[in-house]
């Protein structure tokens, strides 16, 4: 789950155009402006309702723009077409195709493959998703451009569980 989250986080910070920092700049802008506003206003209720719509914005801006640009510019879907598991090599195969369905084309992806334990009980798969089973972070490093879609195949070695779900998460840079 480190490499995951530590992967995650480079992408983060990897994928930041400057569409990403006008627009968190922005939003950091109007959080300081509220701020400001809240230590100058004189009537008590609309100082805290400025203060506590500044520090919502200050925390929850950013993240928030990530995220919507995110699945504006650098929207990317994966399809799944097919999975096995090897009977005699104990190796996992996913092959799929990734879409650019963003506005950006993409100078590689990454792809994350978390498998994780099924359950009929969603806080225990959620649980389960939290502790995946495996994580597998595939680079693949050919440019796909908007709207195109290329294929992909994934091998997991050293794969002894037959019940598992899988997500596939793309991870693309501009």
Same mark, same amino acid.
């Given at each position: 789950m480190a490499e995951f989250l530590r992967s995650y986080l480079s992408y983060t910070f990897q994928s930041l155009t400057k569409y990403d920092y006008m627009a968190i700049?922005?939003?950091l802008f109007l959080a300081f *402006?509220?701020?400001i506003l809240a230590a100058v206003v004189k009537r008590r209720t609309l $100082?805290? !309702?400025?203060l506590l719509f500044g520090l919502l914005l200050l925390f929850l801006g950013p =993240?928030?723009? @990530?995220g919507v640009m995110d699945r504006y510019l650098r929207a990317a879907e994966v399809r *799944? !077409?097919?999975? @096995? /598991?090897?009977?005699?090599s104990r190796s996992l195969v996913v092959e799929g195709e990734i879409r650019n369905s963003g506005k950006l084309d993409f100078t590689h992806c990454d792809l994350a493959?978390?498998?994780?334990?099924?359950? $009929?009980?969603?806080? @225990? +798969?959620? &649980? &389960?998703?939290? @502790?995946? *089973? &495996? /994580?597998?972070? /595939?680079?693949? +490093?050919? =440019?796909?451009?908007?709207? +195109?879609s290329k294929p992909f195949r994934i091998i997991v070695d050293h794969f002894s !569980?037959?019940?598992?779900? *899988? !997500?596939?998460? =793309?991870?693309?840079? =501009?």
């Open positions: 700049g922005w939003i *402006l509220l701020l $100082s805290y !309702t400025l =993240p928030v723009v @990530k *799944l !077409t097919q999975t @096995k /598991v090897l009977q005699y493959l978390v498998i994780y334990r099924p359950s $009929s009980n969603l806080l @225990k +798969e959620a &649980a &389960a998703y939290l @502790k995946p *089973l &495996a /994580v597998r972070i /595939v680079p693949l +490093e050919i =440019p796909i451009d908007a709207k +195109e !569980t037959h019940d598992f779900n *899988l !997500t596939v998460q =793309p991870r693309c840079y =501009p």
